[in-house]
């Protein structure tokens, strides 16, 4: 038995402008559905609008997300999404895609515990922060100036 965590974003009618950005960032295999697939919220102007949305990356990473309806209230940010691991190719390449059009508000750089670490908010207004582990940490204790 398993059990996943999943986050999941809700968007004002940019759902499928965004999981599409973040389908070109984590790469994988996007599916989108409408409110009208599944008959319809009972307002047609919900009708093209997504109501579930998923990626599924080939590393296993999965992030789903929504338009909001008409007559249903926008919750507002209340938290934000952590990437981490110890794969810096792949971390650093996501940190830089989802920083197109967004704004890094710390910059991923060394952190005081060793880690490489930085934070963004993504053209949607999502908050991500990205944590290498012992990557800055190791490329520092393999410099001359450790020596």
């Given at each position: 038995?398993?059990v996943?965590l999943?986050p999941?974003l809700h968007?004002e009618?940019t ?5 599409t950005f973040?389908a070109s ?16 919220s ?5 009708d093209?609008?997504i109501?579930?949305g ?11 997300g929504?338009?909001?309806p ?9 938290g934000s999404?952590s990437?981490s691991?110890?794969d810096?190719?792949a971390?650093?390449?996501f ?7 967004g ?8 952190a005081?515990?060793?880690d490489?670490f930085g934070?963004?908010?993504d053209?949607?207004?999502?908050e991500?922060?990205v944590n ?5 940490a190791a490329?520092?204790?393999?410099s001359p100036?450790?020596?």
């Open positions: 038995m398993s996943v999943n999941y968007f009618s759902a499928r402008e965004a999981m973040y960032v984590f790469g994988g295999t996007l599916t989108l559905n409408t409110f009208a697939d599944f008959g319809g009972g307002d047609p102007d919900d093209e609008k109501m579930h998923q990626i599924d990356a080939p590393n296993g990473l999965v992030l789903m929504s338009d909001i008409a007559g249903m209230e926008s919750s507002g940010s209340n999404i990437l691991g110890d810096e190719t971390l650093t390449g940190f830089e895609g989802l920083a197109t059009g704004t890094i508000s710390e910059p991923l750089t060394r005081p515990w060793g490489s934070m963004l908010v053209r949607f207004g999502v991500w922060l290498i582990s012992g990557a800055a490329a520092e204790s393999n100036d450790s020596m």
